[in-house]
């Protein structure tokens, strides 16, 4: 099988590079290909996403990118939003039709002191937010600035509800069972249509899923004064990107948050952290979310959940024993990913 | 000068009642009125904001709201979209266009332990987001279902950005001087367009104020996991309704936290809970976010800044003598009001 990898920028190539040690060790058969993405590909070609990468993606079985995006000064940040860094991921999105963004939601057992929660709150949160990736607010439709206003149009369609919706219910069946699809129904008629057709399919084709509704509004309270009475959340474009970044700060670090984004084609697999421009360069970053994205690939790209639990088990001891600095260790990013390699097996 | 109050639903007359108690006790000149809106609007009036209420606002000077709309399965939430509870609330704000919500989020001293945050994070915070309350994707533009696809436009005009960034400069310079505008600026127009008008508002006429521009998603983390850098936020309107909502845990019981929705004429003046059919009518709802509302009714809406004082300092006092069910405590709501009235001079 062949992986894509797109290490991006800031601290993207470091932390990629950890994960493809480790995912060459558990996979020694899979073949890698490095690209370009984001600022490193405007730098180079002129264009965030350009068409050597797009081309390589063709025969790809997945993706594994590392973070894009400069400092909040960096001069990217004044380019025609098409050249943005941002604009190379949310064409990369497309260009692989992952409709959802799988990110879990798990306090390590004895890690409860990171959390900035109460650790009574964070202790056993276990929550799986299944976000949509390619339409709402994000889709390329009516968008315009003009003169003094400055319009974009949500939209959703009932086959883009139900393709995300099929995938929440599908993961809620591997786990216990509960989905909650967040929306805003009570003001919008894009969240009236979506949460007819998740019920819609709930009643027709999961059974036995326990599905409830909540408002957007609601859930960013609930998630954190009472965080353990969700299992799947499943929600739209905007309301999962503020959602799943906020549950993220849950486990304490950043730097302990993978993801999966999954669609027709290719998976592609990500830290959820940023780029770090502060700490990029230095081999400080911690790449346990990069690693855990190699875990997710081999789960969900590649169906190789045996290679998937061994990175999972080794990272979990690597923490242990290579705490990074974000977790108030002192480890450096080799020390950290040779922990990992020496606790595999 | 005139007071309209609008208890509404659920525990909304119960607390609304125990407001206006105090409020007579701080400015005995003021004259009271009571009208409907939401559900109990519509049952007698067969609408959620009836005309005889809307008249009434005409020579009011503020109005003091309870809360609106029924339990999850309220028949009300079946009715077509604008004979719904929400839907007053929502016509009541553009009536009296109420353009800038302001809300206070402040941990009392003492009170730390209550925050679903640790001790440490929680002390000190001292935040306030002003929302902007009439545009975005709760204007009355393009909003359909068409079919199997439906749709809702966010707009903002310059006009609309300007006046809600003047209340949080203005907020601002009576406070810590930092106002925080929170956009999506890397994915949204609206958002540039935002951006580019409050920074330049800032240059214009606001050059004492420190302004920095985040993005939603950075905000919902940062607020949870360091909430004491913010001094004002000021942001669009569905972020706003989510982000005030997700700030207003920290403090640890919605029953502690009052609005202030202003704008060009008669403000509106709510306690942020919700109407909380579970215990309504039972006597033990928690008053002090309406009393508090009061409070804010008297400073912004009546310049009444030393009877607003008289009320903040009383709460506080009767929030430690009587705290309610939800403060861990097992005052009614009675017992928690006689608190404020004698604590009251
Ligand atoms: C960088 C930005 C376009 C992106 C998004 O909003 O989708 C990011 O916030 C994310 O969640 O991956
Ligand atoms: C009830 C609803 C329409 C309202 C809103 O979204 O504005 C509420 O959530 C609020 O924040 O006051």
Redesign the interface.
Known sequence: PKVVTLPGDGIGPEVTAAAVEVLREVAPDVLIEEHLIGGAAYESHGEPFPARTRDALGDADAVLLGTVGGPQNSPWNSLP?NL?P?SGL?ALRKALGCYANLRPVRVQPGLEHLS???PE?ARGVDILIVRELLGG??FDG????EG????????????EVERVAKVAFWAAEQRRGRVTSVD?A?????S???RRDVQALRDRAYRSIHLNHEY???V??LI??NPSRYDVIVTEN??G???S??A??IPGS?GLMPSASLGDGAGLFEPIHGSAPDIAGQGIANPAAAIMSAGMLLRHGLKRSEAANQIDRAVALALRAHPTRDLGGTADTETFTRGVLDALV
């Open positions: 939003r943005r941002e949310l900035p929660l109460k709150l607010v994000y009516d968008r315009k600035i003094d206003t400055a319009y974009n149009t949500m939209r959703y369609t009932t086959h805003k009570n003001v919008l008629e894009v009236e249509l979506w957007v509004d609601s960013a309270m954190v004064s905007l309301f990107d503020i959602l970044d906020l993220a700060v950043l």
